[in-house]
């Protein structure tokens, strides 16, 4: 009933990416069943640009006078494709249709696992900007889509494999022309599946924004791995900012860029970082969470151990080399099982799980760490049983009853008229709160009751014309406090707690998130359901006969939550848990009338 993807990275566990040279079917077909018996639903896969366009130029003097394939072959298409790798790629398909496994093809792979997989004649050039290699890409997507469109097995078209590691850029123009120069090709050949970015790590502001990729593709993508990531591996795999890493960053992308965004690629990264039995946890709670915050799906990296592979990357970079699903002899490893049980799980649900409700909007404003001061605020407000959405100061801002402004920073902070339009919807009722981190805010006293009467770096002296300070600090001044503005209310904290939280081991292990439960306490009485442990999320799913609650398990321990009922729902059915103790991990499903 749920359209939510689950599947891996898929490389050939005989060859890695050198599948397509070193093709071996019967090991393909051996890894496509293993897979698919263990729940695998989905396979991103992808043809090594080096290997299916391998252009190179020919010479007179300094001059290039035509272009052939390696081994200077003649090219048999006007699109510079090798016909042996095509025919390979087609049986792959075939075995990919004998088990019901659907494709999501990386068109534009000329990176991969710390490695450029390039033709010899992009040596040198910027894949972005240079003629000849925006030329070269789009006649791979024509040709190649125009092959096998009507492949009833492929899903969707991806980009490319992370196609911003290729090669260093600092122009923002380039990467959004180049990333509508490259969707508007596949659509031209193919309108009838999504394109999907297939990106690696994008930002607020910046060269490579989450805003350009909405806009040239239909599904974003995260690869949030906690080994890789800013602000993720302060606490363990077993720990709620870990845990929370993915879940936080999908919906981060999918707010900002105004498209579906899911877990492209996600793990561990391997054996030294913890073992099979934590892995299978820490995927298990990703799973469940990303399902009921509104991803599109969840894929791991990658589908086999590599450690017998003699090729490069995988003789450079140790990292890469035991992170599969099953282990060097192709036995299902803990995760992949993982995949199994969620599979069974998600088909004993016989109803479509509707949106969860978002309690407030967090708005990022200029001069931030967006991505750190975003994660820390979704974290906090998960402990306080509260949902977010995330906006951009500088685009129009959503309808809500309450906004934060987290760890303001600066002077420029956020569009003149954004910020009157907030201050208008807090004057009509709405609750706003800031926290500052040296910021610089226009119309402060008279929106915060407070008056600033003297201040050095880090440290103001209060005056509160009105305010009612609910905390101070040790020398007795005003640090939180609370305001009537209009119809609305405005909580300001002088010290930024969400910046401030991003370095500190185990932050989330005591009671900061009261803070963001003073906020928001005029938002559950709508709740159907409150719980007060910290490291339960709950998320409150609102239809139009019935209602579900989900309470994910953000920990390694089992937890008997303190939970309160609104007494105006009825509950019906339990799905997949013990209400009374939730597993390590572990979700429990609500049904309300």
């Known amino acids: 009933m749920n359209n939510f993807l689950i599947g891996c990275n898929y490389w050939a566990s005989n060859a890695g990416a050198e599948m397509w040279v070193d093709f071996c079917e019967e090991s393909i077909d051996r890894d496509l069943k293993t897979l698919f018996e263990n729940g695998v639903e989905y396979l991103r896969v992808f043809p090594n640009w080096r290997d299916f366009q391998p252009v190179m130029p020919l010479y007179s003097g300094d001059q290039i006078v035509e272009y052939r394939l390696t081994g200077e072959r003649q090219p048999t298409n006007k699109y510079y494709l090798d016909e042996v790798a095509l025919k390979r790629f087609n049986i792959f398909c075939n075995i990919a249709q004998k088990y019901g496994l659907k494709l999501i093809i990386g068109l534009i ?77 596949i659509r031209a050949a193919d309108n009838s599946r999504p394109v999907i970015s ?85 995927v298990r709670a990703n799973l469940y969470s990303n399902w009921v915050n509104g991803s599109y799906g969840l894929m791991w990296w990658c589908a086999h151990e590599q450690v017998n592979l003699t090729t490069p990357p995988y003789t450079w970079n140790m990292c890469e080399i035991e992170l599969g699903m099953t282990d060097k002899y192709g036995a ?17 649900i016989d109803f479509n799980l509707p949106p969860a409700n978002e309690d407030g909007v967090c708005i990022l404003t200029k001069g931030q760490d967006h991505w750190g001061v975003g994660y820390m605020s979704y974290i906090l407000a998960k402990q306080a049983g509260i949902n977010l959405r995330f906006a951009y100061g500088e685009r129009e801002l959503p309808e809500s009853n309450v906004y934060l402004m987290p760890s303001v920073k600066g002077h420029l902070v956020m569009a003149r008229e954004r910020y009157l339009e907030l201050i208008e919807k807090v004057k009509n009722g709405a609750t706003l709160y800031i926290s500052n981190d040296e910021c610089i805010l226009s119309e402060f006293n008279a929106l915060t009751g407070l008056t600033v009467q003297n201040s050095r770096q880090n440290k103001r002296i209060f005056k509160a014309n009105g305010a009612e300070v609910l905390e101070t600090d040790a020398d007795g001044l005003p640090v939180f406090t609370k305001f009537s503005y209009g119809k609305g209310t405005v ?98 499903i609500l049904e309300y009338m």
């Open 332 to 348: 299902p490893k803990p995760v992949l099982r993982e995949f199994k049980k969620f599979q069974e799980f998600m088909a004993q």
């Open 109 to 185: 792979t000329g990176w991969m696992s710390g490695r450029l997989f390039i033709p010899p004649i992009m040596y040198g050039r910027n894949p972005y900007t240079d003629h000849t290699a925006l030329l070269l890409q789009q006649k791979f997507i024509t040709g190649f889509i125009s092959r096998f469109k009507d492949r009833d097995e492929i899903y969707a078209w991806d980009l490319g494999n992370e196609c911003n590691c290729m090669y260093p850029l600092d122009d923002k123009n380039a990467a959004h022309n180049w990333t509508l120069t490259l969707s508007n090709c």
């Open 491 to 588: 909580y300001y904290l002088d010290y930024p707690i969400e910046s401030m939280l991003l370095s500190e081991p185990g932050a989330f292990e005591d009671s900061r998130h009261e803070v963001y439960h003073e906020i928001f306490k005029s938002q559950y009485d709508s709740h159907i359901l409150c719980c007060e442990n910290k490291n339960i999320g709950v998320t409150q799913h609102f239809g139009k006969e019935k209602s579900y609650v989900v309470l994910v398990n953000y920990s390694g321990e089992r937890v008997s939550p303190v939970i309160s009922t609104n007494e105006k729902y009825k509950l019906t059915r339990q799905i997949g848990g013990n209400i009374d103790n939730i597993e390590p991990f572990g979700v429990v």
């Open 198 to 282: 297939g990106m690696h790590n994008l930002f607020v502001e910046g060269t490579w924004t989450i805003e350009d990729q909405g806009e040239g593709s239909d599904i974003l993508t995260t690869h949030p791995y906690p080994y890789w990531a800013f602000h993720t591996r302060i606490d363990s795999y077993s720990n709620i900012r870990t845990l929370l890493h993915a879940t936080c960053e999908t919906k981060l992308y999918s707010d900002i860029g105004g498209k579906p965004c899911m877990v492209e690629e996600i793990g561990t990264m391997g054996p030294m970082n913890c073992d099979d039995e934590t892995s299978a946890g820490f």
